[in-house]
């Protein structure tokens, strides 16, 4: 199949936060002709510099280089990295590898005293990923490196795959989307996965620091750009594919390719073995890739499955308690057991389903893994706000289509059970500079689950923020009243984030379910290039103080 590939992105403590650029205190040097054998870079002495120069270190970012580091000046959307190249000599870089564009661009911008070697490769970002791992001693070949990968769920299975090995005993690294944690200080994360040379350098981190067990979200992004060449992977697990990302892969098929290359025996990254939910098809045919020619038993990937669909671990119908949590009977490698999941939603159970099975795969027991899973929580993920308020208000990251959809229809399942049947709100927006394609439906799912929907700003990043709603509004108002819960109310658009959370917060009643949904954890809000400091779950707090502190000045 193709490869999918694009040319040229413990528990912590709390308030104890390591550094952006974290590198491992001990690099054995590389020799720059090593890395021109084993890439077929061209080399290129500049200014009298020698074959025999060694390096100790890798960088995309010039102001990030120190003594010893080889440059990576790649080509970007808007520059050319190669046009740092006189900062990065400055600052002690002995090395650059570049494209022939950016090795013209050297002659340009390197003074003449400048002494580095060039490494010239055609496609620079492409040997990336395996000359970091080869400066930082191929770290992730000492390591357990477990990868999960999916468009829904990797966060919160990594999260419970993490609490499963650490009751087991393990010392555990976590690399995602909320933050990064080694030895239980945590590192707050701007992409799912650190390109190559930042993640090469974590991992031989973490191995110095005694870590055996890394768990790691693996976007799509990722495998397209050879963010993680270079790296071993021992397990690969696979959540669910829906629509996402399509601004940056054309089509689905190509989506799925890219996740794909985690799993397919022919890819230079793909797991040693797999571990695949096969609740939708693309589950399926992933299970079908990721069987090996040979067939040999060890290597079969292993299937889960919350529905109907045969598979070597099987969930039945949970009972769900009022607070959401649920308890379900599973069948597996090792027998049955109950399954308690605190996180609300069948779409959690298969999360926690697939990390029960992805920790036995890597040596831990059932039992001990179910033990850890029913206590795990997860930051911005159905996180709940309570300031003494009637009624429920949650904070998730859900920014999809499918993921509004489902997170939905479990908060309606849970009002429908109480004794009083409450009413659902959603405060929606999308992402700028993203895929537009699902704006549109993301409204609809927010019309179709609730009876009171708000439409505001995300983060615009660039794009015009009315646009953006609009985009999304239109997809709400075309749904029909036949189509939304009895009782609905018509759409609403509040631009401003913080003024959207308090008009659905002011509109609940006790009983009533007032869902944040899009960005979760995040602590900033992207407008015009710049990140202003906003956490939907301060906003929430502040706003239900207001409202408690007023009913109980009411009540005096």
């Known amino acids: 199949m193709a490869s999918g590939r694009r040319p040229s992105r413990g528990t912590s403590k709390a308030g104890r936060q390591v550094s952006a650029a974290l590198r491992p205190t001990s690099v054995a040097p590389t020799a720059v002709s090593v890395l021109s054998t084993s890439t077929g870079a061209r080399l290129d002495l500049i200014g009298g510099a020698e074959s025999a120069t060694e390096v100790t270190g890798v ?104 609490a499963a090995l650490l009751a087991a005993g393990s010392s555990v690294g976590l690399i995602g989307t909320v933050e990064t944690r080694i030895d239980g200080v945590a590192q707050p994360s701007s992409l799912t996965t650190p390109e190559a040379p930042t993640l090469q350098a974590l991992l031989a981190v973490m191995l110095e620091r005694g870590v055996d067990a890394v768990v790691m979200e693996v976007s799509s992004h990722a495998l397209a750009l050879g963010r993680v060449d270079g790296s071993h992977f021992a397990l690969g697990a696979f959540t669910n594919l829906s629509q996402d990302h399509l601004d940056f892969h054309p089509t689905m098929a190509a989506y799925f390719e890219a996740k794909a290359q985690l799993f397919v025996p022919s890819s230079p990254v793909h797991a040693v073995r797999s571990v695949i939910c096969v609740d939708d098809e693309w589950g399926a045919r992933m299970a079908e890739l990721a069987r090996p020619a040979a067939r040999q038993s060890a290597r079969q990937p292993v299937t889960v499955s919350t529905g109907g669909v045969p598979a070597q671990w099987h969930a039945a119908e949970s009972v769900v308690d009022a607070d959401g949590t649920s308890r379900t009977p599973i069948t597996g490698t090792d027998g049955d057991a109950e399954l308690v999941v605190p996180l609300p939603g069948r779409y959690n159970v298969a999360n926690a389903l697939l990390a029960v099975a992805v920790a036995d795969c890597a040596g831990v027991d059932a039992a001990t893994a179910i033990g850890a899973i029913a206590t795990v929580s997860v930051p911005g993920r159905l996180q709940r706000v309570d300031r003494g308020q009637p009624f429920l208000a949650l904070v998730d990251y859900a920014h999809k289509p499918g993921a509004v959809q489902a997170v939905l229809a479990t908060l309606r399942a849970q009002a429908a059970a109480r004794a009083e049947a409450g009413r659902v709100a959603i405060v929606i927006g999308a992402g700028g500079d993203r895929d537009t394609a699902k704006r549109p439906l993301m409204g609809e799912a927010a019309a179709r689950g609730a009876e009171f929907v708000v439409v505001t700003d995300d983060n615009p990043r660039t794009e015009d923020p009315a646009a953006i709603r609009a985009e999304v509004l239109a ?50 809000q992207e407008i015009n290039g710049v990140k202003h400091p906003f956490d939907d779950r301060d906003v929430v707090a502040q706003v239900l103080d207001g409202l408690v502190t007023d009913d109980a000045d009411g009540d005096a």
């Open 475 to 524: 997809g709400a108002r075309a749904v029909g009243r036949a189509d939304r819960p009895a009782g609905a109310e018509e759409v609403r658009e509040v631009g401003g984030r913080a003024e959207a959370i308090a008009t659905a917060l002011h509109w609940a009643r006790p009983g009533d379910t007032v869902l944040i949904a899009g960005k979760g954890h995040e602590t900033g």
């Open 59 to 162: 960088t995309l970012r010039a102001q990030e280089v120190r003594s010893g580091d080889l440059f990576a000046a790649l080509p970007g959307s808007t520059t050319h990295g190669a046009r740092f190249a006189a900062d990065a000599v400055a600052a002690g870089a002995t090395a650059i590898l570049t494209d022939p564009a950016g090795r013209a661009e050297l002659s340009r911008v390197l003074p003449p005293e400048a002494s580095v070697v060039a490494l010239v490769h055609p496609e620079p970002r492409t040997v990336l990923g395996g000359v970091s791992a080869r400066i930082y001693g191929n770290p992730s070949q000492r390591l357990k490196l477990i990868g999960i990968t999916g468009t829904s769920g990797k966060t919160t299975t990594s999260y419970m795959v993490e």
